[in-house]
């Protein structure tokens, strides 16, 4: 998106608004996994 953004491809609006919603979709796997590593630790202990 940056390589986008620098070669004018879309605009500082589109790419702000593509950040936020990367970090939220990050934040929400990120905390996927962890659910699942919690699950898979208690299943073996």
């Known amino acids: 998106m940056i390589v986008a953004f620098d070669e004018e491809l879309i605009t500082e609006e589109f790419l702000n608004s593509f ?9 929400l796997l990120n905390g996927y996994i962890q659910f699942i590593k919690r699950k898979k630790n208690n299943e073996l202990d």
């Not at 950040?19 to 990050?26: F, K, T």
């Open 19 to 27: 950040q936020e919603e990367y970090d939220q979709c990050l934040k």
